[in-house]
């Protein structure tokens, strides 16, 4: 059971980490000019679901998750 919970933690905390790194991924990698222009992911109008608003819940989850998996399971 602790080693299911560590491994959703770690799978939860990729998809986290996977959505905070989006912000920062330049537009146009092959270019390489002076100015860079980044991607900002924003929720659109067509869409109402959007999955980045869940970055940070998904941060806090994943990391609970894995601190559970860890105490709990103990010295197995």
Known sequence: MS???III???VLLYAIAAFSVDFLPVDALQSSSND???KV????EN???WTQF????LAVGTI?????VFVGGKN
């Not at 998750?65 to 998996?69: E, K, P």
């Open 37 to 39: 222009t980044y991607l």
């Open 65 to 69: 998750l894995v601190a559970i998996g």
């Open 42 to 45: 924003v929720p659109t109008t």
């Open 9 to 11: 933690g770690c799978l």
């Open 3 to 5: 080693k299911a919970l």
């Open 55 to 58: 970055r940070f819940p998904a």
């Open 48 to 50: 109402p679901f959007d």
